[in-house]
């Protein structure tokens, strides 16, 4: 008790009784929380401020309709949570917690624009990388610790040689196929929290005021802050979160699911049924789920999430699931086209190949391409919410992109690249930032290996092995 009577709290019931509120408030408002929750548990525990602490790479499959993407507004902040463009929709809740990179360059070496080529090299850097080197993700990994990359996929299918995670000293032929079952990855997950559980005792005086403290935010949120003010309350509450978590508190925190869909489709080459299409949404959010989980518990720092493939790919995936099929009716009867000079698209057939993603890519505007594109958004949204839950956002990046720009062109000067989350607070979120003017071999501002560089770098990761990771797109 000693350790909390130096804040001026003696027992729970008199604090409850005290002016929580105005000891808060008066703590917000000199910003003063943070190094209030950093002495409660020593910052080795505590999501710190000033760089990302975990980094998820997630990968979807062949790239977007670049006129129903992009950003409605320019480049520059973005000016509110109005819907950012029909294959980002899902998105604009969010939209304080976005980097929205349009027409970056997709640096993936020689042979630009085939399919298999670009998903060896988005993560390289070049298609052809050497034995001994790594992607981007392992390389951060490296520098981290131990506890390497959590590689996890949804029908990603077996071919080995299109594989966008690469260890070192693996050929780029051989490279590891991804867990594509959520409830192995899962118990495979289990196995690593210390005592099967929370991953310590609990302790009933930190838990209740936590709870405390985190029952009073509501209150605080009404407080007349500056806006700078009110984003660190954000850090604040989501700190506590994470002490109140980290104390035992949170019933499952340290935990995984084990009870949930296993996939003996991932790569098949026989027609599925409709049912069996059904399962890919539910699979994705539980790979997302395990993420979360091995994030919150402290079991990696780096993951990535390989979402199918960028090829014809009608035998993994169909994207008349009902989720997809919804979006698909919403742009029909939002007039969705390919551009502002083309003709709104008629209805589609559902269960049919132009649902198979590569397909409907090379159709410009059509409809089941923008739905899907839109339907991968909202599994980013979801990443986000389960972030936010587990009090991990704020300082977590998660880094989405796919292996083309505009599907029905290929290459790579079209990328549609999203940073979300956050760095600790020293990355400034919510903006669009233009790259280049979409178009291949033509005018470059940024690329991945700038990017890449920056993530690593937020993630206090500042000596990469290969040049070419050079920074300065964020």
Request: aromatic content about 8%; overall charge negative; some cysteine.
């Amino acid at each position: 008790m000693k350790f909390f009577n130096k804040f001026g709290f003696t027992s729970v019931n008199e604090s409850t009784r005290q002016s929580r509120r105005k000891f808060l408030r008066n703590l917000a408002q000199a910003g003063m929380l943070l190094p209030l929750a950093g002495s409660m548990l020593g910052q080795r525990v505590f999501a710190q401020s000033g760089g990302a602490q975990r980094v998820l790479f997630l990968y979807y499959p062949n790239g977007v309709v670049p006129y129903n993407w992009l950003p409605n507004q320019g480049p520059g902040s973005i000016s509110g949570s109005q819907e950012l463009s029909f294959g980002l929709g899902p998105l604009s809740s969010w939209h304080n917690r976005l980097i929205v990179l349009q027409n970056l360059t997709l640096d993936i070496g020689d042979g630009a624009g085939a399919h298999y080529n670009d998903m060896r090299g988005i993560l390289t850097g070049n298609n052809g990388i050497s034995y001994g080197s790594a992607s981007i993700d392992h390389l951060i990994a490296e520098q981290l610790g131990n506890e390497g990359v959590l590689s996890l996929g949804v029908r990603t299918g077996n071919r080995s040689d299109i594989m966008i995670s690469k260890p070192r000293n693996v050929d780029s032929a051989e490279r590891p196929i991804p867990n594509n079952d959520p409830a192995d990855a899962a118990q495979k997950l289990a196995v690593g929290i210390s005592g099967g559980g929370t991953g310590g005792s609990a302790d009933p005086d930190k838990q209740a005021y936590y709870e405390a403290i985190l029952n009073d935010f509501d209150s605080l949120a009404d407080v007349t802050l500056e806006n700078a003010q009110r984003d660190k309350l954000t850090l604040h509450e989501n700190a506590l979160k994470r002490l109140r978590d980290l104390a035992g508190n949170q019933v499952g925190e340290c935990s995984f699911n084990t009870n949930v869909m296993t996939d003996p489709y991932y790569a098949s080459s026989s027609p599925l049924s409709p049912t069996e299409w059904q399962m890919f949404p539910h699979l994705a959010r539980a790979q997302v789920d395990n993420i979360v989980g091995a994030f919150s518990c402290g079991l990696h720092r780096v993951a990535t999430l390989q979402l199918s493939k960028g090829d014809e790919n009608g035998n993994l995936v169909n994207y008349s699931y009902d989720e997809c099929w919804q979006m698909a009716q919403d742009a029909i009867n939002q007039g969705i086209q390919h551009n502002s000079t083309s003709g709104t698209v008629g209805s589609i057939t559902r269960w049919y190949n132009e649902f198979a993603s590569h397909s409907a890519s090379h159709r410009p505007g059509d409809v089941p391409h923008t739905a899907q594109v839109r339907w991968y958004h909202s599994l980013l949204a979801y990443t986000l919410q389960q972030l936010e839950n587990k009090g991990l956002l704020d300082d977590t990046l998660v880094v989405m992109f796919s292996e083309v720009g505009d599907g029905s062109k290929h290459g790579g000067a079209a990328g549609a690249v999203t940073l979300a989350g956050g760095a600790g607070g020293a990355l400034q979120m919510g903006r669009i930032i233009n790259c280049g003017d979409g178009i291949n071999n033509s005018q470059r501002i940024y690329g991945t290996h700038q990017l890449f560089g920056d993530v690593a770098r937020y993630l206090g990761v500042n000596s990469l092995p290969e040049s070419h990771w050079s920074g300065g797109a964020v």
